[in-house]
Structure formats: C-alpha cells, structure tokens
C-alpha cells in the first residue's frame, strides 16, 4: 500500500477540485532570475550546513559538528570569517539540531543535544540555557528546535515529547509552557513547529497530517476539527527537511513533505488555499511522486521555492532540483533548478538563497538578480 500513496494522494487532490496540482515539466518564464555557485566555507572538505542569515543578510551561519564549532561566512568575502565553539552537549541525542541567528544580531539560539541554548554572536560566550523550573519539565526536555521572538529576548523551544517551552534568552527561566498534545486529539504531535514573525501565534503538525494553532499565551484556537481545514503532506512520517513556516503576514502557511500545502489562518479557523504536486510519468507509463521538501518562502511571500527529491536512482533527472512556484499566479511553476536541493534558506533582504546538500558538502549560492 505504502508504495501507492503518492498516486492516492495526487489522484485524491484531483477528485476534490483542486487544479493547481503540477506536472513536472518546463516552466514558462524563467522568473526569479538566479545565478548559482558553490561555496566551501570548511577548507577540509568537512560536513557544514550554512542555514541562518544575520539580520541584514550579510552573513551567513552554520554548524560544524565535527570540529565543534559555529562558523559565520561573509557573503561579500566569500569566506568564513569567524568561528565559536559549540558548548558542551550530550552527544547521545542527536537527532535534531538547529541554529537561528536573533533579529537583533547579537546572539545565536541553538537546540542541541536536546537542551537550548543562548550563545553571544560575537565572542561564543554562553549567555543562557534553558532551565526546567521544576521536576515536571524535565521530561519535557530533549529540545529539537527553537524560534526567537521578534525583540530578541526570548527563544521557543520545541521539545520531541511535544512541547513548546518558551524561555527568557538572558536568564534562561521558563515564562510559558505549551502541552500540544492536550486537548487536540490522540496523536502526537511531529518535532515540527513555527512561531509566527509578530509572535502572535505557534503551529505545529500532527501525526494524521493535521495543523493546529495556539495564541501567544497558549490558548488552543483551532479547538474543533470545523476549524483544522487544513491538512499537510508529511506522510507516514516526517522527513529531515519537512516543515512548517508562517509567512510574514502572519496569516498564511506553507507545510512541505510529499507535497506543498498553502494554508491561511483567519482568526478562528485554518482553510486549505492552494497546494502542489510534484509528479510524472516514468518510462513505464506510471505516475511517480517526488517529496517537496523543504520550502521556503521569499520575503516577499511572492515565491516559494522548494526542493525536489527523488529516489536513491541519481539517474532519474527528477531526483534533485529546485523548483519555483509564483503564489500570487496560483502556485504556477515558474522556475526549475536541475542538480540543486536539500535544506534551504532565503536571506531577509531576499536577494539571497542558500541551498545545502544532503551530504552537507556542497552548497549553493544563488544571488537573485533585480531586473
């Protein structure tokens, strides 16, 4: 069964009347314009992943978990021009990591080794930790990802047994403790979470596919399944590289995994507005499905780019490309980057997209030109 799941859901998407789903084929224009390189920011050849921009774009950074260290790469000087020690962390848990530069600039927020950390941006200095303010919160630790807020002075902190811990970036001291799996349904809740650029809402996904939307004080608002139209693609499981993200209205969603999913937050419920399915027919007349995912949207909230992602056949042109799709024409196709894909990232100042491989080694640049 699990082998026809990407027909079901495209074939399922077709009888309920959305029109938007996509063929893989040729775009029509070739708009965003884009000129790509690659980039080595460890002189080794060494593992690094480059995915958080400074707030000015500027710089760029990442982690190099084999050397320990933060690494923070100009893009004027195309090099690395600084690197911070990690701290120490518990190596046994390693499944999820993450880094996100504040939007003051001044420090960095890392989920590692299922704890959260606050680093200074400029010297590494340890300014905080995530402190369980009692026994109870202990279990709710095991942290895969983290938000800052928009002033810079508390971090969202994402935990495996799902729960958000919202904590103050200087002290470290809890100031707000969401249980997502109380009071929505009997699933569990996926390592996957956003907190909104205002701060005035979290989402998170469920193991059925289904979102779910609380206030910036926790108060569940899609309390009813009347107000969770809106289902994501993620499938059985979630793969590295699914994801969830708010737009910068605050308003609208993109969830990527076997296929995008636009959705828009009113207030009191969540509707399904647009999606895309990547697929085509192979040679023996099948039609195949390709994860889309991740995705990212340009700040503009004009463009979402996404990463195809095939099978383990490198030969399969299909296997790994970006593709382009234009939100404001419907989610038409409107850019295909072959031999490009993995985690991605656009700078703030959307003149940027950084694009990471699944062997971390190579990673693209591309500078989008302005017309």
Partial sequence: MRHFRPLMIALFMWMIGFSNDLQAQEPADEMPHIEWQTIQPDENGEPVSLNTWSPDSAYIAGTDYVHEEILIFSIAESRVIRRLALPAWDKKFNLFASTFWSPNGDYFALA???????????????????K????????RMGIVDVRWSKDSTRVAALSWNGFITVFDAMSGEVTLTIDLNDGV????????????????????????????????????????????????????????????AWANDNRTLLVSGQYLVICRF??????????????????????????VSP???SPDQQWIVGAIRGGLDLTDPYSCQ????????????????????????WSPNGHYIIVNSANSKDIWLGTILQD
């Fill in 132 to 139: 369980p303010s009692s026994s109870e919160d202990r279990p």
């Fill in 322 to 345: 970006l593709r382009f799709f234009d939100v404001e024409r419907d989610m038409a196709l409107s850019r295909i980057d072959k031999g490009i894909c993995g985690y991605l990232t």
């Fill in 266 to 291: 009113d207030g009191l419920t969540l509707s399904q507005i647009g999606n895309a399915i990547s697929y085509h027919s192979s040679g023996e007349g099948q039609q195949v499905s390709y994860s």
């Fill in 185 to 244: 349904r009997s699933s569990m809740a996926y390592p996957i979470f956003d907190w909104s650029p205002d701060n005035s809402r979290f989402v998170a996904i469920y193991q059925d596919n289904d979102l779910a939307v609380w206030d910036s004080e926790g108060n569940l608002l899609t309390d009813t399944p009347e107000t969770r139209g809106c289902s994501g693609g993620l499938g059985d499981f979630p793969q590295t590289g699914n994801n969830v």
């Fill in 112 to 130: 590692l080794g299922g704890q959260s950390y606050v680093l200074d941006a400029k010297t590494g200095a340890l300014v905080s930790k995530l």
């Fill in 295 to 297: 995705a990212a949207w």
